[in-house]
């Protein structure tokens, strides 16, 4: 218990939620409810995590804190990082792979160095 209690306050000294603890989600703009969900997933600490547009409506120092966070997750913290985005740039500063996916198909798996590693044309 004592744990969760010090990663809460962790990250809500990381996100810059400090002193909003008590307030209600409905009164949160959408990017204090994005940082509140990213809260959520990082939580319990997990080896693998799942991100779907993580910058989304944050501002851009936020946003710079976001990747950076990531960033240091993978490479400090060793976890393995699915990332959900269009912003190319994003996934390009942050992946060392990237999927291609139209309509759930994986179209193409690249390398950071953007060599096709796998393609797959198959549409069925």
């Known amino acids: 218990k004592e744990v969760i209690f010090s990663r809460i306050d962790e990250l809500i000294d990381i996100f810059d939620l400090e002193g909003r603890e008590n307030d209600l989600l409905e009164g949160y703009s959408r990017g204090m409810k994005q940082k509140v969900c990213l809260c959520a997933a990082l939580i319990q600490d997990p080896k693998i995590i799942f991100l779907d547009e993580p910058t989304s409506n944050l501002d851009p120092a936020a946003a710079r804190m976001v990747k950076d966070l990531i960033s240091d997750l993978a490479k400090k913290a060793d976890k393995t990082i699915f990332i959900c985005t269009h912003l190319l740039d994003a996934a390009e500063e942050l992946c060392d792979l990237i999927g291609i996916i139209d309509d759930g198909i994986n ?18």
């Open 107 to 124: 179209l193409y798996l690249l390398t950071l160095s953007n060599n096709i590693i796998s393609y797959n044309l198959s549409t069925s």
